[in-house]
């Protein structure tokens, strides 16, 4: 059930959104847990740690890929289709979120934002257009 947007703040916080594994011709190796969306051009989500298959001198074996924090924007000035930063790996908690908050914020143009991010809810950002006096 959605929230009310707090005041000043255009965000508002909905039950946890869960991406596919597959997007965009990425294999995420697992489904996503989405904490923090703007639209579509920018995306703050957990990809779950995963088992994988690696081929060694006797056969066969494992290895283990924690979870990882993903801030993924659709356009970047660097590259011509998207930008993917993987932020931490390991367990991702409150403490791990405020470690990059200064790039989340700045990601997501929301002062504050980290602070309000709860790891069970998706936060939707309310993209709030053009600023005044801008030209399109």
Known sequence: MPSAPAAGLPVRFVDRVVLPRHDRGIDWSGRRRLIARKGDTTLLFVVPGTWSPVCG???FGRKYDPA???LWRDRHERFAGHATDHLAQGRISKR???AHAGAIDAAFGVPGLTA???LSKTALVEDGGMPSGARR
């Open 68 to 70: 990882s924090l993903v």
């Open 96 to 98: 791990v979120l405020a």
């Open 116 to 118: 309000r991010l709860d």
């Open 57 to 59: 001198v006797r056969g």
